[in-house]
């Protein structure tokens, strides 16, 4: 008779010298009660109330020290070889106990820590006693030394659980639980006695808890939980079905679990600079535009000056943002709330600030420049005074583009001398090669710029700082509120 969750043990007709005899091996608690014998020195007699009393005692030191305890038992068999059935496995004679140690890996303590600290809550959920799981989840710091019992709900519990809402007429599975019995499996740190069923009701009712859920499992009983869960992880060592029913193999420690939060805590924290800055550059351009239409200036910006901002300046210095460390307290933050978009309130407010900002900048190098064609005595909208007009616009709105992309926009939250002004090589490489690729298109290429006077340069750099400085004002203001 084949092991399942159900049973809790197997057994086996063996023939040895021609005798045959029924082996059985299971869950002490399943098992026990099935024997009525036991083998002591080489004689077998009657399992007495005071031998069931002492090997509960033994069992019970076990599996506080965190052992996995199968209990051993056989029986005579007397009649012609068929098939078993469960009734087969009454009468049995007790035989001994197996203790089994089998220790958690040593990573798993510091990954639970660190999963913690990123607030992600863990959980225990195992077939095993609730004594054994309590010890284990000691050893790796899941629960304190002195937690209390109720950490551990039993599948019994579950069961319970379910059998109640449906007596008064629930539908069945986790739609039956109510508020309160999905708040206390949410409250526990431990399931222990489970069955695959069990699994599942524990993460569907975590999930109707507003939480996501990620389920780590490697048998054929972990799969309808694997399933269940949000992100179901198979270990690479399990069964093919797990593997199947997954969303991602681990291949290696479990710190590897970790490490993929943070690194896609990464991903997102680099994707949101770069919108960031390509949605505030962006609409300093379309803004700059719809403002010199409405008052009737001509273009600020010619279409090929455009496809030199955008083609060849925002290329490497996006390229850079997206190899940004991550954030010194990345793991130090609770998950960002399911529902909550990847451009947030605050994102929006920057870059509509930094828009405007950047527009206004471009007006007033726009004017710079018409103030100073006059003065020189050219005519307004002659061709050279039109480069002049061009170049302006194209100086003063690379100087914030580059100050920003290199230094201050690399954090939506952090000020530039929080995260290191020279932590990241790759955005100094990218704001020296766009600097030389803007000297190019005013000096050489034939993109309708000029060289400027110094006189008027100078005025064109420094406005060109001031969104940087808004932008570290706003992160500022942020902290602040955050705080």
């Known amino acids: 008779l084949p092991f399942n969750s159900r049973r809790k043990r197997m057994s086996t007709l063996d023939e040895l010298d021609g005798v045959l005899t029924l082996h059985v091996k299971g869950a002490p608690s399943i098992l026990l009660p ?21 090997i509960s005692d033994a069992l019970l030191h076990f599996e506080r020290e965190g052992y996995r305890v199968l209990l051993l038992a056989e029986k005579e068999w007397n009649e012609p070889i068929r098939d078993l059935d469960e009734h087969d496995e009454d009468n049995l004679i007790f035989v001994g106990m197996v203790a089994i140690s089998d220790p958690a890996r040593p990573e798993v303590k510091s990954t639970i820590d660190t999963l913690r600290r990123a607030g992600i809550d863990v959980k225990m959920i195992t077939g095993d006693s609730p004594e054994t799981a309590m010890s284990i989840a000691r050893d790796v710091g899941l629960i304190p030394l002195d937690a209390p019992r109720s950490v551990v709900i039993e599948g019994a519990e579950i069961d319970a659980m379910l059998r109640m809402a449906q007596g008064q007429g629930a539908r069945s599975g986790v739609d039956s639980l109510t508020p309160a019995q999905i708040d206390r499996i949410n409250q526990a740190e431990i399931f222990s ?19 996501l859920v990620a389920m780590v499992g490697d048998g054929v009983n972990d799969a309808p939980a694997i399933k269940q869960a949000n992100v179901g992880i198979a ?17 290696g420690s479990y710190e590897a679990i970790a490490s993929a939060v943070q ?7 680099r994707a949101r600079l770069y919108i960031h800055a390509l949605l505030s550059t962006n609409g300093a351009e379309v803004g700059v535009f719809i403002v010199a239409a409405i008052v009737g200036l001509p273009t600020p910006l010619t279409a090929v000056q455009l496809l030199v901002i955008n083609l060849l300046g925002d290329s490497w210095l996006s390229i850079a943002l997206a190899t940004e460390k991550a954030e010194r307290d990345v793991m130090d933050k609770p998950p960002r709330p399911a529902d909550e978009p990847v451009i947030t309130p605050w994102m929006w407010f920057s870059i509509g600030l930094q828009s405007v900002v950047a527009t206004i900048i471009m007006l007033i190098a726009l004017a710079l420049a018409r103030d100073f064609t006059t003065a020189q005595g050219m005519i307004i909208d002659s061709p050279n005074a ?13 100087t914030q583009k580059i100050i920003r992309s290199a230094f201050t926009a690399r954090s939506l939250r952090y000020s530039i001398f929080q995260i290191g002004v020279f932590t990241n090589r790759w955005s100094l490489i990218a704001a020296v090669i766009t600097i030389g690729i803007a000297f190019l298109a005013i000096y050489v ?5 000029t060289p400027l006077d110094s006189r008027l340069a100078a005025p064109l750099i420094a406005i060109g700082i001031i ?7 706003v992160k500022l203001i942020r902290r602040m509120v955050e705080r």
């Open 263 to 269: 690194v896609g805590r990464t991903i997102l924290h």
């Open 193 to 211: 006695r489970v069955t695959p069923e069990h699994k599942v009701v524990i993460l569907a009712a975590i999930q109707r808890a507003g939480h």
């Open 34 to 54: 099935h024997c009525e014998r036991a083998l002591v020195d080489s004689a077998i007699r009657p399992l007495t109330r005071e031998d069931r009393a002492h």
């Open 235 to 251: 270990m690479v060592s399990g069964t093919e079905l797990a593997k199947a029913v997954s969303k991602a193999v681990l291949t």
């Open 386 to 398: 039109l480069a002049v007009h061009h170049t302006a616009v194209f100086v003063a709105f690379m």
């Open 445 to 449: 290429l034939p993109v309708g710029m």
């Open 467 to 473: 969104p940087p400085i808004v932008e570290e004002v």
